[in-house]
């Protein structure tokens, strides 16, 4: 049995879309932000010590960091499925998408939210944040032109990983300036397993 330790609004819910994909058997644990601060609670410091989500237990171990959950179940459990072979040419593209995610693309977002909630003139990290928000997004959007899906034509792990990234675009109104990812964001949206996890996600959130 895999235990999800999940926070509300968190990078977790496309773990939960993991696990359904996978039809893994596994429980929730969740927590729930503080409504002052928006930071985790400190009970999941306990669970692992940068006190984050998502994390599983799984195994008799601990495993954080949304891109090594996801690569190592499936590695380990997806048999062929949610990720190229890995001698075919799409495997190294798929991994650079996979990572991509929580490396390239979040940090600017996150420093672009950081900003906007100060409320402060910052004498650089305002418009740093801005011009590679857009390098980014305008680099995804003009890699999904054609596709239906990051790698091979078929939904991985990569795309799973991704879907963080596209719903806080979708929330904010900006997707549509970009138009392939916001087709992109409906062809995520569609699979049984997405759907599911939002429902999931929503009955945890207590907010």
């Known amino acids: 049995m895999i235990t999800l330790h999940h926070?509300?609004?968190s990078r977790s819910k496309?773990?939960?879309?993991?696990?359904?994909?996978?039809?893994?058997?596994?429980?929730?644990?969740?927590?729930?932000?503080?409504?002052?601060t928006?930071?985790?609670p400190p009970e999941l410091k306990a669970i692992h010590p940068l006190g984050k989500?998502?994390?599983?237990?799984?195994?008799?171990?601990?495993?954080?960091?949304?891109?090594?959950?996801?690569e190592y179940l499936i590695d380990t459990h997806a048999a062929g499925q949610l990720a190229p072979e890995k001698d075919s040419s799409d495997y190294v593209e798929y991994l650079q998408w996979l990572h991509f995610a929580e490396s390239s693309a979040?940090?600017?977002?996150?420093?672009?939210?950081?900003?906007?909630k100060?409320?402060?003139?910052?004498?650089?990290?305002?418009?740093?944040?801005?011009?590679?928000?857009e390098k980014i997004l305008s680099y995804v959007?003009?890699?999904?032109?054609?596709?239906?899906?990051?790698?091979?034509?078929?939904?991985?792990?990569?795309?799973?990983?991704?879907?963080?990234i596209v719903e806080l675009l979708v929330a904010s109104g900006e997707a549509e300036k970009y138009p392939h990812i916001a087709t992109y964001a409906k062809q995520l949206a569609q699979h049984t397993s997405s759907i599911k996890a939002s429902e999931i996600e929503l009955k945890y959130d207590n907010s």
Do not use: H
């Not at 496309?14 to 002052?36: H, M, N, P, T």
């Not at 003009?142 to 963080?164: E, N």
């Open 7 to 9: 926070l509300n609004k």
């Open 14 to 36: 496309r773990v939960i879309w993991l696990l359904e994909e996978l039809g893994l058997d596994y429980q929730i644990k969740a927590y729930q932000r503080d409504s002052q």
């Open 38 to 40: 928006f930071l985790a």
């Open 53 to 70: 989500s998502p994390v599983i237990e799984y195994k008799q171990q601990v495993i954080a960091e949304s891109g090594a959950i996801t």
């Open 106 to 116: 979040i940090l600017p977002l996150l420093l672009r939210m950081f900003v906007a």
């Open 118 to 133: 100060d409320g402060c003139q910052t004498n650089f990290l305002e418009g740093y944040a801005a011009v590679e928000t």
């Open 141 to 164: 959007n003009q890699a999904l032109v054609g596709k239906r899906y990051l790698v091979a034509d078929k939904l991985t792990g990569a795309d799973i990983m991704m879907s963080f």
